[in-house]
């Protein structure tokens, strides 16, 4: 079932976001349900279109991870 496109981030949204950590680029994930901090090593959920740019919701990211996404 394809995503609904209400809850869908818009990538020029994505070129304005930084890490709230870190200020730095952010890269959203393959699967499009994240936004990853390579330099904080966090990543960041995408819930219903909207980035949850708080530290709390964050994963920490394996280094094999970063790794794929340079």
Known sequence: MPA??????DPRTLEMLVCPITK???????DKTELI???ARRAFPI???VPLLVED?????EEDEIDRLR
């Open 24 to 30: 730095t680029r952010l890269v959203l994930s393959e």
């Open 47 to 49: 819930v219903r279109g």
């Open 37 to 39: 901090s390579t330099v």
């Open 57 to 61: 919701a964050a994963r920490v990211v």
């Open 4 to 9: 609904d496109p209400r809850h869908q981030l």
